[in-house]
């Protein structure tokens, strides 16, 4: 009788000290300050540094003077040779205000494919439509803007377009058509090369 009391003793203590030590692991672990996971980059870059990026271009390309509403996504679209092409899509919009900019770069390579920026006009800003090396100016000014190399050069004399200018620039082994319609604001650069 004295063999089986000690065995119960011995198995109970067993059970508190196993109990115990379960108790003490939880409390530990809650104890840790909670970490949020680690934001895992598509392509590139995190959400978070696109946001950024967009952020930083919005304000050159609009002057920005009122709070940015950002939202971004990502997409998947094919090239003209059936490959796949990942992409961040961050759209800007200036709160109160027409003013309204998106923004589509190469996830894996971060060029942008891509700008597209309306600001809201003044007046009748068709009958101010600049000259075509004032165009050209203000293109590669955008394009540095965008990230584009200041390496960038004009490849032709802009062309008119009914109420702006296509201007075409070149940097390296890449393409970029700049369009600026000045009657609306509108202003978009398209990476020829993607």
Not at 2 to 26: G, P
Not at 50 to 62: G, P, T, V, W, Y
Not at 85 to 96: L, Q, T
Request: with cysteine.
């Amino acid at each position: 009788m004295n063999l089986k009391f000690h065995r119960v003793q011995f198995i109970a203590l067993m059970i508190i000290a196993i109990l115990v030590c379960v108790l003490s692991v939880l409390r530990l672990d809650d104890a840790r300050p909670a970490q949020a996971p680690a934001e895992q980059p598509y392509g590139r870059y995190t959400k978070e540094e696109m946001l950024n990026r967009a952020e930083s271009s919005c304000q050159a390309l609009m002057q920005v003077v009122r709070p940015l509403h950002l939202n971004t996504d990502k997409r998947i679209t094919s090239k003209s040779d059936g490959a796949l092409m990942r992409h961040w899509v961050v759209e800007c919009a200036e709160d109160g205000e027409l003013s309204f900019a998106r923004f589509d770069w190469d996830a894996d390579t971060g060029e942008i494919v891509e700008a597209v920026c309306e600001v809201q006009q003044n007046g009748d800003s068709a009958a101010h439509l600049p000259k075509p090396e004032n165009a050209a100016r203000e293109a590669l000014r955008w394009a540095h803007v965008l990230g584009i190399s200041e390496s960038c050069h004009l490849v032709r004399v802009p062309e008119r377009l009914n109420g702006g200018w296509l201007v075409s620039l070149h940097d390296k082994s890449r393409a970029f058509k700049v369009t600026l319609y000045h009657d609306t604001g509108r202003l978009q650069v398209s990476n020829s090369s993607h």
